[in-house]
């Protein structure tokens, strides 16, 4: 079984300062990697993804992440936040199409609210 | 191309109540999914559907029931609402199962009293 661990549920950070949220997952087979981003009363926005290839991962509104297979990691990084950051961070793990009859469904960790502060 | 849509926004139940919250896509999209999100639970996966005409159970299915009669539809239905079942509902979509990630809708806040 697969599962996600977000390792901190609230991370307060000043605007203008570097940020990383955490987050471990397991699994036995290899898997596909995502984060989303929820801003307050809305549905979820794809942040970025790791499919394979390169382990440094862009996305959007400057957030990176690095896969880390040795210590099955997925952590994402911002050098320089910003108020309009302030939101809640999924990292949700996938499996390959049809595995344990999943048919490839997400699993995600419980969410980091990240608070940038003026 | 307004991406997923669902109704309604918000909705209050009396317990026992029975209600249908709808789901739209206009991605042409095959997969589409169900999740309830519960403070500090993250999101859970109730049913979710492979193509038109079949669903399947997520990892919390009792007391839901789900319909995909038509490929830009996905109907989750409440036939006798508990409490248990107050939450944020979201509906996703999704082009393949692979190297696809989900689309999101914005949710409906259901109450349920």
């Known amino acids: 079984a697969q599962s996600v661990t977000q390792l901190d549920s609230q991370v307060p950070v000043f605007e203008e300062a570097p940020v990383e949220l955490r987050c471990n997952y397991s699994?036995?087979?290899?898997?596909?990697l995502f984060w989303y981003v929820q801003y307050p009363n809305q549905g979820l926005q794809l942040l970025l993804k790791y499919l394979s290839g390169s382990t440094l991962v862009k996305g959007i509104n400057g957030f990176e992440a690095e896969f880390n297979k040795s210590q099955t990691s997925f952590h994402l990084r911002k050098p320089s936040v910003h108020i309009s950051d302030t939101a809640e961070y999924f990292c949700?793990?996938?499996?390959?199409?049809?595995?344990?009859?999943?048919?490839?469904?997400?699993?995600f960790g419980k969410g980091t609210k990240l608070s940038v502060k003026p | 191309n307004a991406g997923v849509t669902q109704t309604p926004k918000f909705r209050v139940l009396k317990t026992g109540q029975s209600m249908t919250l709808l789901c739209a896509q206009d991605?042409?999209?095959?997969?589409m999914y169900w999740y309830r999100q519960d403070p500090g639970m993250g999101l859970r996966l109730i049913h979710y559907?492979?193509?038109?005409?079949?669903?399947a159970k997520g990892e919390v299915p009792d007391g839901y029931n789900v319909s995909r009669l038509k490929k830009q539809n996905f109907l989750l239905g409440l036939e006798s609402a508990a409490p248990s079942q107050t939450s944020v509902y979201f509906c996703?979509?999704?082009?393949?199962?692979?190297?696809?990630?989900?689309?999101f809708g914005p949710g409906t806040r259901l109450t349920v009293t």
């Open positions: 949700a793990v996938r499996s390959p199409m049809n595995y344990g009859g999943s048919q490839g469904n997400l699993i």
């Open positions: 699994s036995s087979v290899s898997v596909y």
């Open positions: 991605m042409n999209h095959e997969y």
């Open positions: 996703a979509s999704s082009g393949g199962t692979l190297t696809y990630g989900q689309y």
């Open positions: 559907s492979v193509g038109e005409g079949t669903t």
